[in-house]
């Protein structure tokens, strides 16, 4: 039985990193794409898309991390990532939010989504917009509030991120997937 709730990196990048990152970023968006937000979850932040090849070797720290995380937390069978996997980049402002939900892909035939992965991208202070999961009771991730810092956990977890009550909070979700769950 897997115990662990999520897992974390502190500071795997500097602010200079971070507003290189987000440079990068910002001149590769797939603005034609379009969100899925969970069923039934109420999602008011802004999403835009990005291929995984445009930033690549840009966050290898992160995917690196990711990758350990899965190895010695929890051990799923996982699917390689590849360039043309999507990223979605998360920007919420005062007053938006993503009230409680899991990650899944619950039309495909052959893949489950495993672990959903997320990195802190933003470049000011903000307030409020805090990461919440849920294993029998609400667990608040406070260390994910600093820039630089990732977290990962199994996308079955139920979770949210309250509503932003000042300054912008911008993050990188990528989710590692494999052969559905038996």
């Not at 690549?56 to 069978?77: E, K, L, M, V, W």
């Amino acid at each position: 039985m897997r115990e662990a709730t999520y897992s974390f990196a502190k500071k795997l990048f500097n602010v200079e990193q971070i507003r290189e990152i987000n440079s990068i970023i910002k001149k590769n968006l797939n603005v034609d794409a379009k969100d899925a937000p969970a069923i039934s979850a109420e999602k008011t932040s802004e999403i835009k898309f990005l291929k995984l090849g445009t930033i690549q070797r840009f966050i290898f720290p992160f995917i690196d991390y990711c990758h350990t995380a899965n190895i010695s937390s929890f051990g799923f069978d996982l699917h390689q990532l590849t360039s043309q996997k999507i990223l979605n980049y998360n920007s919420y402002k005062k007053g938006t939010e993503y009230s409680w939900h899991i990650d899944a892909t619950p039309k495909s035939p052959i893949k489950d989504i495993k672990l959903t992965c997320l990195l802190n991208l933003s470049e000011e202070k903000y307030e409020g917009g805090e990461l919440i999961l849920f294993k029998g009771e609400e667990v608040i991730c406070k260390e994910f509030n600093e820039p630089g810092s990732a977290i990962v956990f199994p996308s079955f977890t139920n979770h949210k991120v309250n509503k932003l009550t000042s300054g912008t909070r911008h993050t990188l979700a990528l989710w590692m997937s494999g052969p559905k769950f038996r």
